[in-house]
């Protein structure tokens, strides 16, 4: 492998598997009646989050793999989206404006860095509208959808085991409002949208209306909610 230094995509690779052991970690233990919780309406329950990470990495990953197509059939290894392909968008602007605004927004983003674009993911600072690729589905089951989020991880880490020749810096992702990612740069990336997710299931958690169980961690005091919500207030420390 070329280009892209090994531990650089090892590093980021390493960082989306804490990320995703930290979200089984939330998930686990969690009831039905607990994920399926709604704080308010228009509001997504903790079970809807997950399948929405669920779903941005399925989408993510087929980025990868397309990219990882056209290298191997030796085109530029380079995908252009457009809103037309992924149609997230920023809070409040309605997403038939959003064609219109694709030149001045990549013009801004090719001025953002990596680190800050991934500290305003991850911090939940700008209020993002989902795109319809990843909108979550309500009533998952729980044990289907934690098996389903274990497996999507080996998915991803398997098409990077499968093809070790590459050269992931070459490898490139252009969103007129995500911006531009190398893959270890988007592997980044997904860690720090997963990482603003699972402060919104800490949120969630700590609503005073949440269903509370009887089920204790590791034997202790605190609840699985409590420990959840104590870990992301104190433990939680992420690198941009």
Request: no cysteine; glycine share 8%.
């Amino acid at each position: 492998m070329t280009g892209v230094r090994p531990s650089r995509l090892g590093e980021s690779l390493e960082e989306f598997r804490a990320t995703r052991a930290r979200t089984l970690a939330l998930a686990d233990g969690l009831s039905q009646e607990q994920l399926d919780y709604v704080p308010a309406p228009g509001k997504w329950s903790a079970g809807e989050v997950l399948d929405h990470m669920l779903l941005a990495e399925a989408t993510n990953r087929g980025q990868i793999a397309r990219l990882v197509e056209l290298k191997r059939a030796g085109r530029r290894p380079e995908l252009r989206l457009t809103f037309s392909d992924v149609n997230v968008s920023v809070a409040y602007v309605p997403r038939a404006v959003l064609p219109l605004l694709e030149i001045p927004l990549t013009l801004v983003n090719m001025l953002v860095p990596d680190g800050l674009r991934n500290y305003l993911t991850r911090n939940r600072v700008v209020p993002f509208q989902n795109p319809d690729v990843a909108a979550p589905r309500r009533g998952r089951l729980s044990p289907r959808l934690r098996s389903d989020l274990a497996d999507s991880l080996r998915e991803t880490e398997t098409l990077f085991q499968t093809n070790p020749d590459l050269d992931y810096g070459e490898m490139v992702v252009r969103h007129p409002l995500l911006g531009r990612y190398d893959v270890p740069g988007l592997l980044r990336f997904m860690s720090a949208h997963e990482q603003r997710h699972q402060s919104q299931i800490a949120d969630i958690l700590s609503d005073p209306r949440f269903p509370r169980s009887a089920w204790v961690a590791g034997g202790g005091t605190l609840t699985h909610e409590e420990r959840v919500i104590r870990d992301q207030k104190d433990g939680a420390r992420w690198d941009g």
